[in-house]
């Protein structure tokens, strides 16, 4: 039983009964983060913004929102876009955070990859993180059939047919998740069930995982440097703040995250008032027909590189179809990215510009998830000709094998030797 | 200077994916059409002056007011909408307002021969004629005729009508526009009791099932149209549904380039009501942002100068 | 001591076995939820009167929510294939589930091309809705149906619907 004695003021109250002291040096300012970084440490606490601006807005859209496919188009376009007090604002709000959220997770895993704080102890803050990137994934669709629009209807329809191609259980699978033989009803309350209360909570626990396994090996910094964290942040607690090489989160950390955060949102707000149709696309503004397809469907931007991969092969190889060897291309893709701390061979933790052929790699992946991204979205046929010759579907063809050989061959042999050269594995 | 260029590049690369998603591929999708021009360069031009007094003469002898009102001038219709539906599919609109909406040029060839000028003579035919007949005349120089007609129509028109009511004598015969309360038989009224309202909902279905059979496809609603076209396609639509839609039912009914601005305005008003809100709160926002970007800097300056 | 600890082993495995049994059957329970309702399985029926087609006529009907092309092509220049078509004495009929192979999209009809075309990835079937171009990996489906006199029944297997079938083994329907 602990001591208890008559509290001197409300802070020590609760600290005798919650030990809040400690809890705010651990958790702020004495967690300790290097001071060789640069801004694009903070997308963590702008990806904290957007999903807490997620939350919230979407909060005040529950209130007014009806899961059932007769009123959800109306409960959205009528009631909460046009007689709900602010109503137009959240939704613009929850539309444009769910599409910039992708944009901030790819910034944030490319900059991972980038300066290699996948590996050598940070393996666990990687993968939960490609974990958070899934979750975010399934929210986002799942989010995205509510307003029950064209798109809505013809994307749930697309995605759900493909778990029709597993063998033997697929069909009945199909049917299973949907509640019906057709995307309906049944379908837009379960996918609403996941979007409001399941994904939240789990993608809620899940950041908490990846909070606390940034903990023991720590944040990385701009040059990989392996810091004694012990020996500098009592540097710093003695008062020699500017040779110190780590800083306190809170406040010196956060102070200028906070700043970044203030810059994100000017842009956030813009697009929010101004340029909003890359989120809320036109086609979903027409209510769900499960008679008529629209001309052309396509999923989010952020869905597009893989997309890409499911309908990039047009030919047989290895005797395999087409739309087999798509599957697997996507099934594979969707999960590679968990294995990347093994695909890197190599122990070295630096920036890429530092890395010699994983520099050319790295920006030869970007290159390859953008263009996969671009002619996800493209239409596949009749757009590019040579003489007479439809070569279209090559572009997205070549882009799906780069990201294959560049994931499979080519980290694994950069890396390889970028081992032998640093003299073996530590 | 290290962190400006490391900007550069996120913005870059921001960019390029925006480009090729957005406007580049659907560049790829869509070919872009010719903006409306409202000339009606198909149709012939009939330089008459037109007499109205004529005209309302010629109106009354060559069958007109067999279907059409004309209320401003004093012609009532001569069935309800209901039984103009069961007879025709649709119910021929009331004409005090079509001197003032629709183009002269126009309205003279559509009266000549209407489907032509609808652009949607390819689904009529001998065993399917379209139901308003090809003008016959009253004996002399036909050009002559329609000019008076229109000239007369143009007499009893209204100086000027709202987006709601230019909207309703353009589309509200076929298109409903839920969020607004309109249906093709009118404002939905207020009901007392609920076999009123059945009974209504009732009389609106059955007009439905007429427009569909002769349309071939419902016309849709347009509540959220403005969202799903914008501006600048519906107005390319409204002046030749042929282009965007190739094949559609859906008439040329030969707007106004003012008309049409009215027509779109109203469903600017119902789609996106609280559009001006929007335009004027946000920036507020990015002006409040702007001053919490500044203290951020400034504090995030003065505790850094104490580590650097 | 060791038989105790190895009575206590023994009971902890028998408690975390009995505890995952448990856990098994409510998971039962809770794939049966996402399951469909009765009265999704009990509408799944559309019965569709064949002798009203005219010939050349191209119909949609809903079946369990999913378009079914019905295509009459006796008298018409279109394709015919005795292994595809579903015959009613010299009526010749395409009846297939109008949902492309691919992914899911509802492909066109172009009579005047003789073929399907599917926009959202360009796949195309001939008049037998055999795939002929693109990604759709096999033919439109044929849907269970059953004829009787002139009324087909969609959602029932009758005997030329199961030998139709047989002689199209990647049909998934």
């Known amino acids: 039983m602990a001591e208890i004695r008559k509290a001197e003021s409300l802070y020590d109250w609760f600290d005798q ?6 809890l705010n040096k651990v958790l702020a300012t004495e967690y300790w983060v290097p001071k060789n970084i640069n801004f694009l440490w903070a997308m963590g606490v702008i990806l904290m913004t957007t999903f807490g601006m997620l939350f919230i807005s979407g909060l005040f859209l529950l209130m007014y929102y009806k899961p059932d496919t007769h009123m959800a188009f109306d409960s959205v376009n009528y009631t909460i876009m046009q007689e709900v007090a602010y109503g137009w604002l959240w939704r613009h709000m929850h539309a444009v955070a769910a599409s910039v959220v992708f944009l901030v997770i790819y910034i944030h895993m490319f900059v991972a990859i980038y300066y290699g704080s996948y590996k050598r102890g940070r393996e666990m803050i990687w993968i939960s993180g490609m974990l958070l990137f899934m979750l975010f994934s399934a929210a986002g669709f799942s989010g995205y059939m509510l307003p029950w629009g064209q798109m809505s209807y013809w994307a749930a329809q697309v995605i759900t047919n493909i778990f029709g191609a597993i063998p033997f259980i697929g069909p009945d699978l199909v049917v299973w998740i949907r509640g019906n033989y057709f995307v309906s009803d049944p379908t837009l309350t379960r996918f609403f069930m996941l979007h409001v209360l399941l994904l939240p909570l789990v993608i809620m626990a899940t950041i908490g995982l990846h909070f606390y396994s940034l903990r023991i090996p720590h944040v990385n910094n701009q040059e990989g440097e392996e810091i004694d964290f012990d020996e500098e942040a009592k540097k710093y607690k003695e008062g020699k703040k500017k040779e110190s090489k780590v800083i306190p989160f809170w406040p010196v950390f956060m102070s200028k995250d906070l700043f970044v955060v203030g810059v994100f949102l000017i842009f956030y707000f813009y697009l929010v008032g101004f340029h909003y149709e890359f989120a809320m696309d036109p086609i979903n503004f027409v209510p769900a027909n499960y008679m008529k397809t629209p001309t052309h469907i396509y999923p989010e931007w952020y869905f597009l590189w893989s997309y890409e991969i499911l309908r990039g092969f047009f030919f047989p190889i290895a005797g395999l179809k087409p739309f087999t060897l798509g599957l697997i291309g996507f099934a594979i893709a969707n999960g590679v990215f968990l294995i990347l701390p093994w695909l890197d061979r190599s122990p070295v933790v630096a920036p890429a510009h530092k890395r010699g052929a994983f520099k050319i790699w790295f920006w030869l992946m970007l290159i390859d998830m953008i263009g996969l991204t671009i002619f996800g979205k493209v239409p596949p046929n009749h757009v590019y000709f040579v003489g007479g010759n439809d070569i279209t579907p090559w572009f997205g063809f070549t882009f799906t094998i780069g990201f294959f050989i560049l994931l499979f061959i080519a980290l694994p042999l950069i890396t390889r030797s970028e081992r032998k050269r640093a003299g073996g594995a530590k | 200077m290290r962190e400006f260029k490391i900007l550069l590049v996120l913005v870059f690369f921001t960019l390029l994916i925006y480009w090729g ?16 021009d409202f000339k009606f360069s198909d149709l012939q031009a009939i330089n008459y002056k037109g007499d109205p007094a004529k005209g309302k003469t010629t109106f009354m002898n060559a069958g007109c007011v067999g279907c059409h009102g004309v209320k401003s001038a004093g012609l009532p219709a001569p069935m309800t909408k209901e039984a103009a539906a069961a007879s025709f599919g649709v119910a021929p609109p009331d004409l005090s307002d079509a001197g003032l909406i629709y183009d002269t ?43 008076d007609i229109v000239a007369f129509l143009k007499s009893v028109a209204p100086k000027e009508l709202n987006d709601k009511e230019t909207f309703e004598a353009a589309c509200g015969r076929c298109h409903t526009v839920k969020y607004d309360k309109w249906t093709p038989l009118g404002d939905t009224p207020k009901f007392k009791t609920k076999t009123e309202k059945l009974a209504f909902d009732l009389k609106v279905s059955k007009y439905q099932d007429h427009l569909k059979k002769y349309m071939g496809a419902m016309p849709p609603d347009l509540s959220m149209m403005i969202r799903s076209k914008g501006r600048e396609e519906l107005e390319i639509f409204i002046d030749n549904p042929q282009k965007l839609l190739k094949g559609t039912s859906m008439p040329r009914v030969g707007l106004t380039k003012e008309s049409t601005e009215k027509v779109i305005n109203y469903l600017e008003s119902v789609g996106d009501r609280k559009k001006a809100e929007r335009e004027t709160l946000i920036p507020k926002i990015i002006g409040f942002l702007i001053i919490f970007t500044l203290f951020a800097y400034l504090w995030k300056s003065k505790l850094w100068r104490e580590v650097h | ?33 996402w399951d469909p309702l009765p009265s999704v399985k009990a509408a799944g029926f559309t019965t569709v009167d064949l002798s009203t087609i005219k010939p050349g006529e191209f119909r949609t009907v809903v079946w369990r929510g999913k378009p079914i092309f019905i295509l009459r092509k006796d008298k018409t220049k279109f394709k015919k294939c005795d292994n595809r078509d579903t015959k009613l004495g010299s009526k010749d009929f395409l009846v297939v589930i109008g949902l492309c192979t691919h992914l899911g999209c509802i492909p066109d009809w172009i009579p005047d091309k003789n073929k399907f075309h599917c926009a959202c990835h360009g796949g195309e079937y001939d008049a037998c809705a055999v795939n002929t171009y693109g990604p759709p990996p096999r033919p439109l489906d044929i849907p269970p149906y059953k004829i009787t006199g002139t009324k087909m029944v969609l959602g029932e297997q009758g005997p030329q619907n199961k030998a139709l079938i047989a002689k199209n083994p990647t049909n998934k329907a």
Do not use: C
């Open chain 1, 17 to 22: 009964r919650l030990a809040i002291g400690k």
């Open chain 2, 21 to 36: 998603v957005e406007p580049y591929a659907h560049s790829k999708m869509h070919h872009k059409p010719k903006p409306a």
């Open chain 2, 105 to 147: 040029k126009f309205l003279k060839n559509f009266i000549l021969n209407p489907s032509h000028a609808f652009l949607n003579a390819k689904k009529f035919n001998a065993n399917k004629p379209f139901p308003m007949p090809q003008f016959f005349g009253v004996g002399e120089d036909k050009n002559k005729e329609v000019s």
């Open chain 3, 1 to 33: 001591m060791a038989i105790e600890k190895s009575r206590r082993d023994f009971l902890g495995l028998a408690f975390g076995s009995v505890a995952a049994v448990g856990g098994v059957l409510a998971l039962g329970a809770m794939k049966a939820t």
